[in-house]
């Protein structure tokens, strides 16, 4: 048996482990990525993913890739059993405050894709595939243990790591090794979820179609030029191989296929899926942390559960690369539970509420549906709340720092807003603290910002920028790495003062490879 040091390991290499190893990455820290498959789990799963999400996709080098595998969704639109019209929510396919459309469809296979040949870019991160973590340990506050078995080999070897993320997906062994349970949050309902392609035209909205029937309650979605996705909820007794039959599954897709022919029908999978509302009592065990469905479940209504994933990844990453550089207090990891636990509970629960708005209430909920929903894009608020895109106000901790009893930007991402020179913000802050001010800084203050490895990004009269602190009640904000507003007020030297001493990605890389 062998044994190897590193300072990260990551075990699971989908969307979350992928993201949080190219984070890493990009602060040229050393990381090892394991995952028990020797490369890309081939079948669809998620397909919807937001501008925010987006915006951290393009952070890590994939905006042009990711543009060329997705499509915008153009909206929502309800209908009942009879595939009547109950309400429609158009949002179009613009872009959004981040710089990219709020509502995108996409091919998880393809996105991996791009998320494993991008990790070619970073020399410190290797992923390795047919590698079974069988156990993780830890003693006091001494580095992690991973016990690893080549699925191949049979050869078994010993990793040990300053810090071991847990990305193991929804069966998570990290979860049950630091003794963390999920808390249920009372739903699960089981569900055919059917991947079809075809080179047909379907001739249907562009949009996402929620079929509103407690009866039977069904999603339709086109995922790329070729490529749709169905979901249908069983009834009870009903399973997946109740539908392996194309002529079993077809009376289901007939409402969208019409009469076009079984044979044009390419039948990519049938598969059941139970849709779950859960989230772990706790994220961490010292050096060991949960990210993506380790740590939470949420059903599919808002398209939220790979996101929450991804947003694990920003949050964790730049903070432990701080610690890990010295720069940071190891403390600053207390804020990654603080943080997305109050945040991803919020948006599970609006899952389950837009859930049940939708498919049940029996007969009584048919009739209020058929009533209120097409009414509903006149109700005051009611059309932006269902189809923006930003999620909740991270809660207060050691880096948000929200006055108590009044509002504030604190909390909140900074817009990826177009800045005079072309660029956006993301590209100018580049992955370091941000001071956003609409008062020009003196020399003093502005090398004080720079000194800490940080950059100053001044918001001109008229710019988006400048509008966004003028709505916030501020004059400047501290903008962290994941985007975040960690502070905003009205004195600047104070501000100038609360930026965190910070190396920027390319400094530390280059100290990193020349190591």
Not at 54 to 76: M, Q, T, W
Not at 277 to 295: K, P, S
């Amino acid at each position: 048996m062998s044994t190897a040091t590193v300072p990260v390991v990551i075990i699971g290499a989908g969307p979350t482990g992928l993201t949080v190893a190219t984070l890493l990455g990009q602060y040229g820290v050393e990381c090892l990525v394991l995952d028990r498959w020797e490369s890309i789990y081939p079948q669809p799963r998620a397909v919807h993913l937001d501008d925010e999400i987006y915006r951290i996709l393009a952070r890590i080098g994939l905006r042009e890739e990711f543009a060329a595998i997705s499509r915008p969704l153009e909206g929502l639109r309800l209908v009942d059993r009879n595939m009547r019209m109950l309400g429609e929510f158009r949002r179009g396919t613009a872009e959004g405050k981040h710089g990219y459309p709020e509502a995108n469809m996409y091919d998880q296979p393809e996105l991996e894709a791009l998320l494993r040949a991008n990790l070619t870019h970073h020399p410190t991160v290797t992923i390795r595939g047919n590698a079974d973590v069988t156990d993780v340990t830890q003693d006091g506050a001494g580095p992690v243990r991973v016990e690893v078995t080549d699925r191949v080999t049979g050869v078994e070897e010993t990793v040990t790591a300053e810090y071991v993320l847990g990305c193991d997906g929804a069966n998570s062994l990290v979860r049950g090794v630091i003794g963390a349970s999920m808390r249920d949050l009372n739903f699960e309902q089981r569900w055919l979820v059917v991947d079809v392609a075809t080179d047909a035209n379907l001739g249907q909205w562009e949009g996402a179609h929620q079929v509103c029937d407690p009866g039977r309650a069904a999603t339709y979605m086109r995922i790329g030029p070729t490529r749709y996705r169905w979901e249908f909820r069983l009834a009870a007794g009903e399973t997946a191989e109740d539908y392996r039959d194309i002529a079993r599954l077809h009376p289901l897709l007939a409402p969208w296929t019409g009469n076009l022919p079984v044979d044009r029908l390419e039948i990519g999978r049938v598969a059941e899926y139970t849709f779950r509302a859960q989230v772990a009592d706790r994220w961490r065990d010292r050096r060991v942390f949960l990210l993506g469905d380790a740590a939470h479940l949420t059903p599919p209504f808002i398209g939220q559960g790979l996101c929450a994933g991804i947003r694990d990844a920003a949050n964790l990453s730049w903070k432990l690369a701080g610690v890990l550089a010295g720069e940071l207090p190891a403390t600053v990891l207390d804020t990654y539970q603080a943080e997305r636990k109050p945040h991803v509970t919020a948006l599970i629960r609006l899952a389950k509420l837009v859930g049940a708005a939708m498919t049940e209430g029996g007969e009584l909920g048919n009739l209020l549906r058929r009533v209120l929903a097409p009414r509903m894009h006149l109700l005051p608020g009611v059309r932006d709340h269902i189809l923006n895109s930003e999620t909740p106000t991270l809660h207060r901790s050691g880096l948000v720092q929200r006055p108590p009893r009044r509002r504030s930007l604190a909390g909140r991402l900074c817009p990826n807003a177009p800045l005079g020179d072309g660029r956006r913000f993301d590209d100018a802050a580049a992955g370091r603290f941000a001071l956003v001010t609409t008062d020009e800084p003196d020399t003093t203050q502005r090398a004080e910002v720079e000194q800490r490895g940080g950059v100053v990004v001044t918001a001109g009269d008229g710019s988006a920028l400048h509008q966004w602190l003028r709505n916030g009640h501020a004059r400047a904000a501290v903008v962290r790495p994941d985007g975040t507003v960690l502070r905003a007020g009205r004195d600047l030297s104070r501000l100038c003062s609360a930026v965190p001493p910070f190396t920027a990605p390319s400094a530390r890389l280059q100290h990193a490879t020349a190591r």
